[in-house]
């Protein structure tokens, strides 16, 4: 121990285990008589530093003696048996993972599949599910005429006969024979019935007959075409749609109200859509497919040209949708017969009702959506698959639609409509008095317009197209409130609501002008309507068309008879009507 702590100034050498031992038992000898002793002394000690004094009070125990040295080959077995038990460890734990993430995905795909099963059958382009049953189907007059038409084929002397004389029976016999007979038009043979042979490799669409409402723009035309709210209701004048299968490999498109046939050769078709790859958006693809529908336009009883252009942007939506619903390779034709009572270009929505009702067709005919009961409309998960490729053909007609008008004909009642987002508000019933100023106008050519003079201004036009979003916002608000005014019968209240409607039609109609879209017969019509106090605004694109008079509970009938007189005077056609019809349904 004098060795250990011989100097204050000089360090201690470092004892040797035997020392630390003596020393350690003499400490624990003298602690029992003296058993304190200072922290910072038994630190001292520990480290082999001189402890201070001489008193065994501030002498701090010596470290514990180490332990016996480990073989180095039980650190390496050991860190060997810990890897291993890691390894099998974290295996097992990754099993039971994707066990686990397995069992849950598979149970979440199947409740996706569960939920919406239908609307992701009816997007896929694969063979339907009705054409193992399509013959069973089939209309039974269909299939009296395909044994009468085999039978012809089969005689020589017959079939000559009937095809020389084709064409006189649809010329003569008018629309009867026209859906008896199917004579040929331009320079393809289609006359003749489809062998026995053929006929059993097609596949035969269902009879179907639906029919769409036409809608009425309230507020918001073209400012929903640059993302801003618009509201729209349907109208109680329809379009309606009969597709009647057929055995022979074309297919027919009549527009009885444009006075327009086309028949397409499936052959053709097909070879069209191999010869552009199918590429549906490209231009060479549209310019193939206007010459197509122009070639096979066996009938054109339309003087007006703009109207004519229509009937063959009409074929070419009606060609998008069959290509890509029923398919041309399975050689499925049918007949399509097309009537409206709404005015054709007016602003009514004509072209969005004919692209639901083709769409509604192709779909329920070639089983894609449920075939759906009669006198009803479809579920809002079909309705949703319509509506999409109704949207589809209204890019063919239009090219940059702005979708509204074939929402509110799919679903009917009234919307709140924005790029992408459509929502269902309350709107009371409306009666009105439609006006047509039959002056035909192009939809696209209007809305191009307003693009060109919003690039040109683009602060005044973002400012007004604002303003009419802001009366769409109003608009929504006080109908809530007619509409509750209307349940409690609250006429004084009712008057004030139809005055501040009225203030919203003036001053919207005024902006549709100060954007490029109006034309002197409106004006005509608002003109006579503020002669006996009601208020008129255009209704759709614009540049003519048609235009809507609020008639408000406070009006005669007398009065109403007065402002139809007078429109009727001015060469006007007028329709009274209500809005918030039915949507898209099955007529047959």
């Not at 069973?136 to 004389?165: G, L, V």
């Not at 039959?438 to 919003?454: C, E, I, M, Q, Y």
Request: aromatic share 4%; charged share 20%.
């Amino acid at each position: 121990h004098t060795e250990l702590t011989h100097s204050r100034t000089h360090r201690a050498p470092t004892p040797t285990p035997m020392q630390r031992q003596a020393v350690t038992r003499a400490l624990r000898a003298l602690q029992q008589h003296q058993p304190r002793c200072s922290q910072q002394s038994r630190r001292l000690f520990s480290q082999g530093r001189p402890v201070r004094g001489s008193s065994y009070n501030n002498t701090a125990p010596p470290r514990p003696p180490p332990t016996q040295e480990t073989p180095i080959w039980f650190w390496f077995a050991s860190l060997g048996a810990a890897s291993v038990a890691a390894w099998l460890g974290h295996t097992y734990s990754v099993k039971q993972a994707w066990e686990r993430a397995y069992h849950k995905g598979q149970e979440s795909v199947l409740e996706e599949i569960q939920a919406h099963k239908k609307s992701e059958e009816l997007l896929v382009d694969a063979p339907t599910l009705a054409e193992e049953k399509v013959k069973m189907d089939a209309p039974e007059e269909e299939t009296q005429r395909a044994d009468k038409e085999e039978q012809e084929a089969s005689s020589p002397s017959s079939s000559s006969d009937n095809a020389s004389n084709a064409d006189e029976k649809v010329s003569s016999e008018g629309e009867s024979n026209e859906n008896s007979t199917h004579a040929a038009g331009g320079s393809h043979d289609l006359s003749g019935s489809v062998a026995a042979s053929d006929t059993e490799d097609m596949k035969l669409l269902k009879a179907v007959s639906v029919s769409a409402p036409g809608k009425v723009i309230l507020h918001g035309e073209h400012a929903v075409v640059h993302g801003k709210t618009a509201i729209a209701a349907s109208l109680n004048l329809r379009t309606e749609c009969k597709l009647t299968p057929t055995t022979r490999e074309c297919l027919r498109l009549r527009l009885k109200d444009l006075g327009a046939e086309f028949r397409f050769p499936l052959a053709d078709l097909a070879a069209l859509r191999s010869k552009s790859g199918g590429e549906e958006q490209s231009e060479d693809r549209k310019a193939q497919m206007k010459q197509f529908c122009a070639q096979h336009q066996v009938h054109n009883g339309q003087t007006n040209e703009l109207l004519s252009a229509q009937a063959l942007v009409a074929a070419e939506a009606f060609l998008h949708l069959y290509s890509e619903i029923v398919g041309v390779e399975n050689n499925s034709a049918c007949d399509l017969d097309i009537t409206s009572t709404l005015p054709i270009g007016a602003g009514l929505g004509s072209s969005a009702a004919f692209s639901v009702c083709v769409a509604a067709s192709l779909l329920s005919a070639s089983g894609r959506i449920a075939h759906g009961t009669v006198g009803s409309e479809w579920p809002e998960n079909e309705v949703k698959v319509i509506n999409e490729w109704a949207f589809a053909a209204e890019k063919v007609i239009h090219g940059n639609p702005s979708g509204i008008d074939n929402s509110i004909s799919s679903r009917g009642g009234a919307l709140s409509f924005q790029k992408g987002m459509t929502s269902a508000i309350v709107v009371p019933k409306l009666n009105i008095l439609l006006v047509n100023t039959t002056v035909p106008r192009s939809t696209r050519t209007l809305v191009a317009g307003v693009k060109d003079r919003k690039n040109a201004f683009p602060k005044v036009m973002n400012g007004v197209l604002q303003s009419m979003e802001d009366i769409s916002f109003d608009a929504i608000d006080v109908l809530a409130d007619l509409s509750r005014a209307q349940t409690q019968g609250n006429m004084a209240q009712r008057k004030e609501i139809y005055a501040k409607l009225q203030t919203l039609v003036d001053i919207n109609q005024g902006l549709l002008n100060a954007i490029g879209v109006g034309h002197p017969q409106l004006d005509k019509v608002c003109h006579i309507a503020l002669e006996h106090g009601m208020h008129a605004k255009l209704t759709g694109a614009g540049g003519g068309g048609c235009a809507w008079i609020l008639i408000p509970d406070s009006a005669t009938e007398e009065n109403v008879e007065a402002v139809r007189k007078s429109l009727a005077k001015a060469n006007f056609e007028v329709y009274r009507t209500s809005m918030g019809g039915p949507g898209v349904t099955r007529d047959a």
